[in-house]
C-alpha cells in the first residue's frame, strides 16, 4: 500500500527551530512535496525535493534521503504565522499526481 | 490572474440531492485535480486529469463523477449525495509534470444532511 507517516502535532516557541519529518512508502517515488495551509484556508506549495539533499527557501528548508524514504521539512527563526498544518506529499508518477500524508498541526507559542 | 477559482464556497445538501463543483484555471496548466478534505486529514484525490480530454480514479472516487470541460475547466459532480460526503473539496492545477507544485483553489464546504 501507499502511505506517508508524519506527527500530528508539534509545538514550538517563536524564534525557535522546528523539524517535521515525514518517511513514505510508495509504490512509485519522483520526489516531495511540502505544503502549508492555515486553518480554513487552501494548501499553498512550500518547497519541492526531487533528489537527496537540502533545499532551502527563506527560512524554510527541506531535506530528502530516497534511500531512508525520509524527509524533512525544517522551519528556522518560527514566527506565530507559522501555526499552520504542514502537509508532506509524494509525487509517484511521472506526472503531477501528489499522494498526502495526515498533516503536522505546528503551534508556535510567545 | 485569479489562478484557481471553485463556485460555490459553500454548499447545503439533502442525502439523495445531486450538485456540480465547478472549477477554473487561469495559469495555462494542463492538469487539474480534485481532492476532499474532512477534519484533522490530509487531501484525498478523488479524480485528476493530466491532460484536457483525460480522467483517472484517484484514491476516493466512488459517489462522484468528473468532466474535463476544456483546459480551463474540471468539474466534480455527486449524483446522489451521502452524509460520508460532507467535507471540504479542493480544486488545483499543475503544469505538466508538476514537480511537485500544485496550486489549490479555495475550497467549498459542503455539508449533506
Known amino acids: 500500500g501507499q502511505s506517508l507517516e508524519q506527527p500530528s502535532e508539534v509545538t514550538a516557541v517563536e524564534g525557535a527551530i522546528v523539524q517535521i519529518n515525514c518517511t513514505y512508502q510508495t509504490s512509485g517515488f519522483y520526489g516531495l512535496s511540502w505544503y502549508q495551509q492555515h486553518d480554513g484556508g487552501a494548501p499553498t506549495f512550500l518547497s519541492y525535493n526531487g533528489l537527496d539533499g537540502l533545499e532551502e527557501t527563506g527560512r524554510f528548508s527541506s531535506f530528502l534521503s530516497r534511500s531512508d524514504s525520509y524527509g524533512y521539512l525544517l522551519l528556522q527563526e518560527l514566527q506565530m504565522k507559522d501555526s499552520a498544518s504542514y502537509f508532506c506529499a509524494v509525487r509517484d508518477n511521472q506526472g503531477g499526481k501528489l499522494i498526502f500524508g495526515q498533516g503536522t498541526e505546528l503551534s508556535v507559542k510567545p | 490572474n485569479a489562478g484557481v477559482t471553485q463556485t460555490p464556497k459553500f454548499q447545503v445538501l439533502k442525502t439523495g440531492q445531486s450538485m456540480t463543483l465547478q472549477c477554473a484555471q487561469d495559469?495555462?496548466?494542463?492538469?487539474m485535480y480534485w481532492y476532499r478534505q474532512d477534519p484533522g486529514m490530509g487531501l484525498r484525490l478523488i479524480y485528476y486529469?493530466?491532460?484536457?480530454?483525460?480522467?483517472d480514479k484517484g484514491e476516493v472516487p466512488n459517489g462522484y463523477n468528473v468532466s474535463r470541460l476544456n483546459k480551463r475547466e474540471f468539474s466534480l459532480r455527486l449524483e446522489s449525495a451521502a452524509p460520508s460526503q460532507t467535507s471540504v473539496y479542493f480544486c488545483a492545477s499543475s503544469a505538466a509534470g508538476g514537480l511537485g507544485e500544485q496550486y489549490f483553489g479555495p475550497g467549498t464546504r459542503l455539508t449533506v444532511t
Open positions: 495559469m495555462n496548466h494542463n492538469s
Open positions: 486529469s493530466a491532460s484536457e480530454g483525460t480522467t
